[in-house]
């Protein structure tokens, strides 16, 4: 697929849009449907085309497997510790009322982060196992 | 009388649930027993679902003006199976990547066979 | 009841699209017939309500799901062989199993009745204060993330887990020569 000239300059328009579409669903999860599971998904999407149109060679030049690798640790490590960080302002452990006095804007604070740590683990994730199976040797 | 379309998700979703098994443990072929698992994990996705609605119900998101909203429960427990049944498929197909490296072969009776001759008596 | 044609019709389709996903023996057939079910399931959810349950299953079913399974049949074999004749014994197990969900569903709530058990235990009270509680408009996500926030903690785990699993299985998809265990030179 490496010599076709349409699909080259057609997907390397369309990663930077998959990518922007990623980010909306993440960060508007709370308002819509979406969230950080589908994010890390369509995150993950664009890296999957990037590496089936240009190689996964140099798909893994761009995210290398270590940062896959640390990625996906610390997204959990997040989610964590956003719980950790509301036992240390005073609630129990995932209380994300306590970020703030009134309950609702601590909550949504709470919620946005760990939503993001959700969609770090889950595109880190499935970058790292795309590139675990394509770059197999046949 | 028993109401047709009332059951009919139901019906539909345990139908799915038996094609999934029925490939599950009489289909040889270790790819074709992890998509009969899919399918079987979607049947119970269907039967979850389908608890949560509410007739003349909306989409859970809160909009000023709509009274009757579905069930948001079943989609957040469904919501992340989706995505656990992507990870689980992922693990199975790297084992079967690597059961095919091991003992050239991915179809159950051939490994069965191998591992008769293989086993020390 | 109006949502239910749309949902009798496209369940109809998706119950095809099993059956045929059953008799096919080339497995790239059958892999690109699974992302067309779950992309009917993916409606199926929209015409229930559930559209965040849509969007997850059009992005990881019908997109990330495709792309694995033709990955690794590409690694192992795209045929299944074939064999003559039919397993009755499993047949008969499938048949007996199914028949008793069945006669289980009998006296189960009808579809989409608002009388339904499952809507008068926690949901109602997810849904009337969530709004002052959490006043995020999407309940799905207020109940994701933070009234079942363990939960999800759990699920995250969960994902993070069989990345390593699949990385630990196939290593980093580096080109190795025979040896698996041979330390990492520069790419």
């Not at chain 1, 819509?32 to 993950?44: D, E, K, L, M, N």
């Not at chain 3, 759990?154 to 998809?173: C, D, K, M, Q, W």
Request: proline share 4%; glycine share 10%.
């Amino acid at each position: 697929m490496n010599e076709n000239v349409v699909l080259r300059v057609f997907s390397k328009l369309l990663i930077p849009f998959i990518l922007l579409f990623g980010l909306y669903v993440q960060t508007h999860g709370d308002y819509g449907p979406g969230g950080g599971f589908q994010a890390g998904v369509i995150f993950a999407s664009a890296f999957v085309l990037y590496g089936l149109v240009f190689g996964i060679g140099n798909a893994r030049r761009v995210v290398p497997p270590r940062l896959t690798l640390i990625l996906s640790a610390s997204g959990v490590l997040i989610f964590a510790g956003v719980g950790v960080a509301a036992m240390l302002m005073g609630g129990n452990y995932l209380e994300y009322a306590a970020f703030a006095d009134g309950t609702a804007t601590g909550n949504h604070v709470g919620i946005w982060l760990v939503e993001i740590g959700v969609g770090v683990t889950v595109s880190a994730v499935m970058i790292a196992i795309f590139t675990s199976f394509a770059g197999r040797p046949r | 009388m028993l109401d047709v379309i009332g059951h009919y998700n139901y019906w539909i979703a345990i139908a799915l649930m038996m094609v999934g098994l029925n490939m599950i443990i009489s289909r040889p072929n270790l790819v074709k027993k992890l998509v009969g698992l899919n399918i079987f994990q979607t049947a119970v996705f269907l039967l979850y679902i389908t608890m949560g609605k509410v007739a003349g119900g909306t989409a859970p998101i809160v909009k000023a003006g709509l009274a009757i909203y579905s069930n948001p429960l079943p989609s957040v427990l469904i919501l992340t199976a989706i995505v656990v049944t992507v990870a689980t498929t992922a693990v199975g197909l790297a084992l079967i990547v690597r059961i095919k490296d091991a003992y050239g072969s991915i179809e159950e009776d051939e490994l069965m066979d191998r591992a008769k001759d293989e086993t020390p008596s | 009841m109006i949502f239910a044609v749309p949902d009798v019709l496209l369940l109809a389709l998706v119950l095809a699209t099993a059956f045929a996903i059953d008799r096919l023996r080339n497995l790239v057939a059958v892999v690109m017939l699974l992302g067309l079910y779950s992309l009917l399931m993916a409606l199926v959810w929209v015409v229930l309500d559930a559209v965040d349950v849509a969007f997850t299953e059009a992005a990881v079913g019908a997109g990330i799901t495709t792309i694995l399974m033709l990955a690794a049949i590409a690694l192992t074999a795209r045929e299944e062989k074939s064999r003559p004749g039919v397993s009755w014994a499993a047949l008969a197990v499938v048949m007996a199993t199914g028949a008793a969900l069945v006669y289980a569903t009998v006296d189960m709530p009808l579809m989409g009745s608002p009388d339904a058990p499952v809507h008068h235990h926690v949901a109602p009270r997810y849904i009337v204060e969530m709004r002052n509680e959490i006043g995020v408009p999407n309940m799905v996500t207020a109940v994701l993330a933070s009234y079942r926030g363990y939960d999800t903690l759990g699920e995250t785990t969960v994902i993070f887990t069989a990345g390593i699993s699949v990385f630990l299985l196939l290593g980093r998809g580096r080109r190795r020569k025979d040896d698996d265990d041979q330390p990492e030179g520069g790419s």
